[in-house]
């Protein structure tokens, strides 16, 4: 089938079959292979992207034709500028991240959490990200990692927007 | 030596890669013509094939091969002299189903979908299919090992006032690092490169080379990043073989990642464990002996050894003691190291026994341990390096405010809860692995370390730069770390908590070579400050060449030293043998610990939960703090999983991984994590190596279980000797 | 995976007329993408419902809610309506899975969720909901997570859903759509027992559509819970859940709704239950004696049997925090 999805703001048509799963295309057809994938059964989180910029989804769980006229934000698409998001300086400053595995999936978590509530409280982050799992680092520092985020895009509101 | 780096909390240095999503992990390479390998796997754990009925398989879109016995080409057992290995029997070796799962064929298709549908009807027809034996009650197959003895601790047991004697059972675990197994295999005229999953590379080179009949130096491992591995990824399994074995005999590269199901059935687990502890002490708590006799399940081919009694022999102080060790064998795939394997399912047992001993003595647990504390190693009968763990317990026993316990049962409650108060101690050994490694100095003032160790996740590449920084005094955003590839030096497998402690004599020497080397070059330039000078009357200090005694006055950058000779880069290298597993060390070198933690428990709801825990740490000199205290947290964390969640059952009708997913094998949440509070003591273990560093990948997770059952039973009651302490055990 | 063709239905009639065959309707995909992925379900064609406009949360002239089948678990659980009139919903739906999971799944994929039972999930083993007539495996097997009411000698699966659990409490109908017309059920009488044919979960018939579901105007001054009962903190299915819904007048329990999840094969609401709390006064002593009368026909199996007790627990906790009773 032909889709036209558009990845971190760059539209792409492509011709793909209505099984690929939409984490396989972005990171075998598109070769953004920051999104990444680590079960079969919807449960570690380390696949989630933006759909439309405002709802975090599972990519292992949706097909590649279900994205079509939809655009999707990826972990590349965070960056804008050569400046990191804060979300991502904010895991990068707290050690909110060891392996780095399920990284991307919390950055894209945590950057839709942050769009709908700039000022989440612990707990809320915590219920955010409760389909992310991490097996490395306990949890702490993401958490704090978020928080530093938060506070900084409540200083710099402008950069919560990517894509846009 | 500019002192300062070491120590420091620096953010990680591949941080920025791993945020962008550009850190390659092993299936994101990628090659030209890469096929997709999916295996098949049998369903049955106990028989063997009759037939493999491939056809209608090979019909499907975009097949490449099926390979299987008939078919995959020659492939060998490794020698025990080329490395570690769990499964050395070689994938299709045989008709023989051991374990359920056991790969007995590979679909090689043109994308990940083809061969994932084509590998769906892969039709297996098996014979003599009998019942599996995956028996939870464990008994030796043959007389257990003894481990450690001394004194008499049968004859001290009977003759003591006070004795316990209990058996403890640990499950199989699943590592389940969150990123899967993988492999992406290319040949060409130069051999295989291989892009493995891999904690060893160097290892994985010297094994999968025999198992492929081919000259180590033909073969090379690549691994830039690894999404953890906890032990899993130590050794080489099956898939790698076969994704070599395909991409050889087709001429194109094949990728394979195996599926989280799979890595349940053929890439290793924690094994099962039994453990009878008898402990027997005197009135005033002076512990008499300590026998702590273990056995654990291993594979249908491997000799898999848990060595529970890792810790104990060293731990306890008691001149009479006896720790042994036995296997069984199941139709399960080959067990394989765990975090803190032996430690930490031994400590379980040893800790569990200890509270309940304390209990029996009427003693504050606390105040049994350091009455029984060694003053040095009696099992080797040598001293410890360097040995706090009294500390550990004071202090946090002072920070936790463990004064204000009531020993009663279910007698402290808060909000509601019942509150339960346990602790446990913990250890883990320190030694090194043998080591090589470069270090170059560039004429543009960067540096580079290169060595054939991996990062999987805990911060080695950090470390490192950090160690050239420290010894150079070059910047850390001027170091660049290159590692993850057998053609660098060969360095440490990252297993045992014991990468720093290794590297570090390695980079250092290496280091220092370079240095020398830049002086020496700077006592030939003519129309330099230090033409003609003695090196031995120089230094290397912040990146410059100054005079020792600053007598002179006189410095130079090293690279301008560099530039004036027209030098790219001077280099050094260093090498450092192995102390691990050594037969009679001089000395006992082990990190210790100790964790203080409060459990809530509803019972109106069977709902329990950790509050809070604190964790007390010597593990010598720590190198980064803030990665040190993520590695405490982390096994924290993935002890309250140990304790209170994780289980892989096996079917007793088929031998099948039966939970093998991330939802019906349930980890740790971040929303069941405790409040934690970590210190380490700090306290360099210089006979180790110079710097004094041990390592922190393990010590977080020994002891958690063991605490978490004491504060269970101090609210509830109720003893669990049998993990997880799951709700049933608690109604 | 196999291959299928990919359809997308621009309205409710092209959905109906496309439903021939081996075919399967799509909304959020989180029970049969994941199904897929399993080899569990096979379909020769996907059907995608999601540019049908079946996604609208409004009230009903009665003063009840309408849910459209296509609202997604998070809008529902964050609607205004839903949050103050129907707190026990919102509660249910946030219990449930994970935020990316809930941003997916809808309200009638949901209402069809598939049961979590492990030998259902693996095609290499027995199960008579996934291929009838091949045994099931899950008896004398793992089957820790599974039914103890409504069970049969073929098939001990639990329904997992929660919302399901919380629309039962509430007595909302489930309206669909098929070639035989429109039409609603309660819920009540919406899931079939696994009886003989486990394979059938639904009154639904080949190529029906639910297309919304309605709650009855909220009932005034109740007080209502869900409580939900697992082994982690978050993220998993329910071992045992309540959702209650009781109006008491007096100290004494004039109305209640009682529906469990997490032990029985079907949303579970046994009206004995309900009958014996109304015109009792609010008490742990009478929420004990509906919780005996819930369990009396327990069927626990090898490793479920502590799912006796913990759902009496999770009852009478339900019960005591719905009427405020500690």
């Not at chain 2, 006896?322 to 975090?339: D, F």
């Not at chain 2, 210190?679 to 006979?687: A, Q, R």
Request: glycine share 10%; proline share 5%.
């Amino acid at each position: 089938m032909k889709i036209a999805v558009t990845v971190n703001g760059e539209r792409y048509e492509r011709d793909v079959e209505p099984r690929t799963l939409l984490a396989y295309f972005l990171r075998e057809d598109l070769g953004l292979t920051g999104t990444h994938v680590g079960c079969d059964s919807s449960s570690c989180g380390c696949c989630v992207v933006a759909m439309d910029g405002d709802r975090a989804v599972k990519s292992c769980t949706m097909f590649a034709v279900q994205a079509d006229g939809h655009e999707i934000t990826t972990v590349e698409g965070l960056e804008q500028g050569g400046k990191l998001h804060p979300l991502q300086q904010a895991f990068w400053d707290q050690h909110g991240l060891q392996c780095g595995y399920c990284t991307p999936g919390m950055l894209m978590t945590s950057y839709v959490l942050l769009k709908h509530q700039p000022a989440p409280n612990e707990a809320e982050i915590r219920e955010a990200i409760a389909g992310n799992l991490c097996r490395c680092t306990g949890y702490q520092n993401i958490v704090k990692a978020i928080q530093q985020a938060s506070t900084e895009l409540a200083a710099e509101p402008a950069a919560a927007a990517v894509g846009s | 030596m500019d002192p300062g780096i070491i120590g420091q909390s620096l953010a990680r240095i591949e941080g920025p890669l791993k945020v962008t999503g550009t850190a390659a992990y092993t299936s994101d390479h990628t090659k030209e013509r890469v096929a997709y390998a999916v295996p098949v796997g049998s369903t049955i754990a106990n028989g063997r094939i009759a037939a493999l009925n491939i056809s209608k398989a090979r019909e499907m879109p975009g097949i490449v091969e099926i390979y299987h016995r008939g078919n995959v080409g020659a492939l060998y057992k490794p020698s025990p002299e080329a490395g570690a290995i769990d499964e050395a029997r070689p994938p299709f070796a045989d008709d023989v189903i051991r374990y359920y799962g056991q790969y007995v064929a590979l679909v090689v298709a043109e994308t990940f979908e083809d061969a994932t549908a084509a590998a769906s009807v892969v039709d297996v027809v098996y014979a003599d299919v009998a019942a599996p034996n995956v028996e939870l009650q464990l008994v030796a197959d043959d007389e257990p090992a003894e481990v450690s003895r001394r004194g008499d601790p049968e004859a001290a047991y009977d003759a003591s006032p006070i004795k316990i004697d209990r058996t403890y059972i640990t499950p199989a675990e699943t590592h389940n690092p969150i990123e899967l197994h993988a492999s992406l295999a290319t040949y060409d005229d130069d051999g295989f490169t291989l892009y493995e999953t891999t904690q060893a590379i160097v290892n994985h080179r010297n094994v999968v080379s025999e198992i492929l009949n081919v000259p180590r130096e033909n073969v090379r491992i690549v691994m830039k990043f690894l999404g953890s591995g906890f032990g899993g990824k130590l050794w080489p399994w099956s898939h790698g073989t076969l994704a070599a074995a395909a991409a050889r005999n087709l001429g194109r590269p094949v990728k394979l990642v195996v599926t989280r199901k799979q890595m349940f059935q053929t890439v290793g687990h924690r094994a099962r464990t039994q453990q009878r502890v008898r402990m027997s002490a005197q009135r005033n708590g002076s512990l008499t002996s300590l026998r702590h006799e273990a056995v654990n399940d291993a594979g249908m081919l491997d000799e898999y050894d848990e060595n529970c009694g890792e810790a104990t022999p060293h731990f306890y102080g008691t001149s009479n003691l006896l720790v042994t060790g036995g296997q069984t064998r199941r139709n399960i795939g080959s067990p394989t190291a765990m975090r803190g394997p032996g430690a930490v399912p031994g400590l379980f047992a040893t800790e569990s026994a200890y509270d309940e001993l304390a209990i029996e003595l009427g003693l504050d647990p606390v105040q049994l341990r350091l009455q029984n504390e060694p003053t040095r190693d009696q099992s080797l009968d040598v001293p410890f390096s360097s040995r706090h763990y009294a500390e550990c317990l004071t202090v946090g026993a002072e920070k936790f405010g463990w004064s204000l316990r009531s020993p009663a049962i279910g007698s402290m409650r808060k909000d509601g809860s019942i509150l339960g108060w346990g602790m446990s101690g913990c250890s883990w050994l320190a030694a090194r692995f043998a080591a090589e490694a470069r270090v170059e100095l560039h004429a543009d003032g960067s540096a580079r370390v290169a060595i054939g160790t991996q990062d999987i996740g805990t911060g080695t590449y950090t470390v490192l730069a950090q160690l050239v920084a420290e010894t150079t005094g070059i910047p850390i955003g001027r170091i660049t770390v290159e590692l993850g590839d057998t053609r660098l030096p060969p360095g440490p497998t990252s297993g045992g908590s014991m990468v720093t402690a290794s590297v570090i004599p390695a980079v250092l020497e290496a280091a220092r070579a370079a240095m020398k080397s830049a002086i020496g070059l700077a006592t030939t330039l003519e129309r330099q400050p230090f033409k003609g000078w003695s090196p031995e009357d120089l230094n290397f200090q912040s990146g410059k060449i100054v005079a020792r005694n600053g007598a002179s006055g006189k410095q130079i950058d090293y690279h301008e030293v560099l530039q004036n000779a027209s030098v790219a880069m001077v280099s050094g290298g260093g090498k450092a043998a192995s102390t691990f597993g050594e037969e009679h060390p001089k000395r006992s070198s082990h990190s210790y610990g100790a964790h203080f933690l409060e459990i809530a428990w509803q019972p109106e709801i069977a709902r329990l939960r950790v509050n809070r825990v604190v964790t007390v740490i010597d593990a010598g000199r720590i190198v980064n703090p803030r990665a040190a205290l993520n590695q405490i947290e982390g096994a924290v964390v993935m002890g309250v999983g140990m304790a209170l969640l994780e289980e892989a059952h096996y079917d007793p009708r088929t031998g099948a991984p039966i939970n093998s997913n991330l939802a019906d094998y349930i980890v740790a949440t971040n929303a069941d994590t405790p409040r934690m509070d970590v210190t380490f003591l700090d306290y360099p273990d210089t006979k180790l190596n110079e710097l004094g560093a041990r390592g922190v990948g393990e010590i977080g997770l020994a002891g958690m279980a063991s605490a978490i059952a004491s504060a269970v039973y101090h609210a509830t009651g109720v003893r669990v000797r049998t993990l997880p302490i799951d709700i049933e055990k608690l109604l | 995976m196999n291959s299928f063709t990919f359809t997308r239905a621009r309205t409710i009639a092209d959905a109906l007329r496309s439903a021939r065959g081996d075919v399967k309707f799509l909304a959020g995909g989180t029970t049969l993408v994941d199904l897929m992925k399993l080899d569990v379900e096979r379909p020769a064609g996907i059907i995608d419902l999601n540019a049908l406009p079946l996604a609208e949360v409004r009230r009903t002239p009665d003063g009840g809610l309408h849910i459209g089948a296509l609202a997604r678990n998070s809008d529902v659980a964050h609607h205004p309506d839903v949050v103050r009139d129907y707190p026990l919903l919102s509660q249910a739906l946030l219990s449930g899975a994970s935020v990316q999971l809930r941003n997916m799944a809808s309200t009638g994929g949901n209402l069809l969720q598939r049961t979590r039972c492990v030998y259902f999930r693996d095609a290499a083993m027995a199960c008579n909901k996934r291929s009838p007539g091949s045994g099931c495996a899950a008896i004398g097997g793992f089957n820790r997570n599974l039914a103890i009411l409504g069970t049969s000698a073929h098939c001990i699966a639990t329904n997992p859903s929660d919302q399901n659990v919380a629309l039962t409490a509430l007595e909302a109908t489930v309206h669909v759509t098929g070639s035989n017309g429109e039409r609603s059920v309660p819920i009540g009488d919406f899931y079939l027992l696994p009886g003989q044919t486990p394979e059938r979960e639904t009154i639904l018939e080949p190529g029906d559509l639910v297309t919304s579901v309605t709650l009855p105007p909220p009932a005034p001054g109740a007080g209502s819970t869900y409580v939900k009962l697992r082994d982690r903190a978050s993220f998993e299915f329910a071992l045992a859940s309540a959702a209650v819904v009781v109006t008491i007048k007096g100290g004494v329990m004039q109305r209640a709704r009682v529906a469990m999840g997490g032990i029985a094969t079907k949303p579970w609401r046994n009206l004995d239950v309900e009958a014996a709390l109304e015109g009792q006064p609010a008490t742990r002593e009478r929420f004990a004696d509906a919780a005996q009368i819930l369990l009396s026909d327990a069927k626990p199996q090898s490793r479920n049997g502590f799912k006796v007790e913990l759902a009496k627990r999770c009852l009478v906790h339900a019960l005591s925090v719905a009427t405020a009773v500690t």
